[in-house]
């Protein structure tokens, strides 16, 4: 069984945890670590989880808010960390107690959960996605992309959870007060998706399977939750009652993939 939660999704910070197996004795991966340690071992605790129980930090990208608190979070709890070679040679605290590179084009295993890695259009050296697996069941995360392509669509087909970018209402950006060429940045092709692109990437998406979609990084300057779902709900001709957004400081409680 596949378990996630999100200690918090946003600009400020991200983290998501995966998990398979028993409580007690199961694989933990955090993916991204965007908090201090302090907050993630206080959010932690809220999702009744430690630090010391972490099996893994794996890494999508180098952009702060997704790996700020890494370096000093593995080397206290001497967790593994798993990163793409582009993400490690541009970390500013790139010192870990055990470096794992990762192929964006070929599968790997942590324990009992297997990761299967896709590179995404993002203004970073070399990121990447991930879709979760524990031989049933399959979680796809996409956030932090700025465009999507056909590689994107055939990698989360038939997922069985899908934790989604919907960064911001194209309106919203456009006429918000951020200065033009960050607004250019965020609505470019290695920018961020749109609440629109999030719906058109639903609608092209094989979805018999989804139990789980979840909105993730909704800019809290340019989105409202409420914008984010109605795009997935029309995504995906579903009740906005079937749709959860994570927000930046909760993130979501546990979901479980049977």
Known sequence: ????????????????????????????????CGF??????????????SAESLTAIVITHEHSDHIIGVGRLARKYNIPVWLTHGT????????????????SHEDFAIDDIFLHP???PHDAREPCQFVFSDGASKLGIATDLGSITPHVIEQLDNVDGLLLECNY??????????????KERVSGDKGHLDNKQSLQLLQNLKVAKLKHIIGMHVSEKNNTDEYAIEALC????????????????????WRELA
């Open 1 to 32: 069984m596949i378990r996630f939660a999100s200690l918090g999704s946003g600009s400020k910070g991200n983290a998501t945890l995966i998990e398979s197996g028993v409580k007690d004795t199961d694989t933990r991966i955090m993916l991204d």
């Open 36 to 49: 201090s340690t302090k907050e993630v071992e206080s959010r932690l605790a809220k999702l009744e989880r």
């Open 88 to 103: 490690w040679e541009n970390c500013k605290d790139s010192v870990f107690p055990e470096t794992n590179f990762i192929n």
């Open 118 to 120: 896709f590179p995404v």
């Open 169 to 182: 209402d194209s309106h919203m950006l456009h006429n918000g007060a951020y200065p033009q060429k960050l």
């Open 234 to 253: 029309d995504g995906l001709n579903c009740e906005a009652s079937e749709v959860s957004i994570a927000s930046q400081s909760l993130g979501f409680d």
